[in-house]
């Protein structure tokens, strides 16, 4: 195929469609049913014809480049919003041709030869299908082996797309332009709004393979492949605490810096890891303020601090349900304890608004390795108002291993399982935003305004050690 071929060739067909030459425009025309607007397309059609087709054949005669006119696009816009139903319209393909020529034009640095033979069939469009991406316009163009090369979009932005390609610092061959420009507005491919790839055919056979390349470009780049889930509600707090100036809050500076920064944050796996680390600090501090308190005052050894230590550092998840054990007793707000809050907001989710089905809550559960003391997988009948805090416990350990562990023979929670696992769907997902992270924001609000309670707050100023 020749390059003019390549680049015009669906762009005429296209602009045909809209045309008075188009087989559609009588039909539609017919089907209108008022003067006014029967006008306007009958004009629209005329100037699609007398404006763009006239000088693009031109240009197919003579091989010649075709100059994109500002009125070109202007044209094509005003046509998509008085008739976006027109049958088989492809008003955003043509929008992206005609802007991919006009880049193309400008980023030459020698006259391009229309009459050159280009073999189209080096490179294939693919479609993600329903995958999301971070990034919505990318490109890699390797000078030395042009199989290495791609671009990234997302078909919902053109105007970014566009934006991209006239950017002056832009830097990319011309023949990677044209191969993309004959893959849009073919008759085989029609581009509903996802993310494509032009890619090396050899590389396009394999769809993982293909997402697994453009994945580590991104990342080189210093760019997303992932798509953040934002967690945007504020503190969820049911039970409003009252602050005091009389209070030493200064011992919890470094906590606080930690929740500040959580409310920073947007993605929902940092800001859960965020409250975690929180809820980690007050694990390792709640047996010195234990300590503390019993003597009174009164120094203590190293090696009650080597002890307490190696306590914690043993089992985490048993440092972890000792913290739980202590808070739960303790009222959350109207009487009602944090151990009946969080079993009444846990079995709200699975049963009440049925957020989760069981079933997925079993499997979810499953994949976190969480088991029954007599053997088998935990289910969601297993949790009662009596074991909550341990539940809550090793769920809430369970997922925090999932997020910063990556082993191969370990569930590994990730933006994808998070949003759309093929099998529980988004039950992680639901489990944090409505369980976990509001549950852990109330204990972590209660343990540090709670007037200097015993679980985290030292009573003296110093430790005497001896």
Known sequence: MTTNNAMYRNLENLL?????????????????D???????????????ESEIIIQLKECIESDSFLTIETSYLELIR??????????????EEILLILGLISSLKNNLDEELDLTAEMDISKYSLINFNANKFGTDIYHYDDIEDSNNSFVFFNFEKTDDILEYFHNIDLVIQSELIIQLISKIGGEEL?????????????????????????????IIA??????PYEYSKNMSLNSLRKLSAENNYHQFKDILTILSEYNAQNDILDKFIRLYHVIENFMFKSPLVGLERKQ???????????????????SELESLKKLMSSVFPHVQQNGITFGNYIFQKFTEIITTRALITEINFNQLISYLGLEKKSGGNMEFTD?????IHKIYSEILYAIRCSVVHNKESEFHLTHDILLSHSIINNATQILLEEFLIPTMEEIIIFLLTENENDIVWFSNNSLMLW
């Open 16 to 32: 045909i469609n809209l045309s008075t030459d188009s087989d559609n425009l009588t039909h539609y025309y017919l089907g209108l």
């Open 34 to 48: 008022c003067q006014d607007k029967e006008a306007e397309l009958t004009d629209l059609a005329e100037r699609i």
């Open 78 to 91: 005003e046509y998509k919003t008085k008739f976006e139903d027109f049958p088989a319209a492809r008003f």
């Open 190 to 218: 029609l581009l509903p709004p996802k993310f494509y790839a032009l890619i090396s055919s050899e590389t396009a056979d394999n769809e993982a393979k293909s997402k697994a390349y453009i994945a580590i470009n991104l």
């Open 222 to 227: 210093g760019k997303t492949f992932h798509v």
């Open 296 to 314: 009174n005052g009164t120094p203590f050894s190293f090696r009650d601090f080597q002890r307490i230590h190696s306590n914690i550092s043993r």
């Open 383 to 387: 949790i009662l108002q009596s074991n």
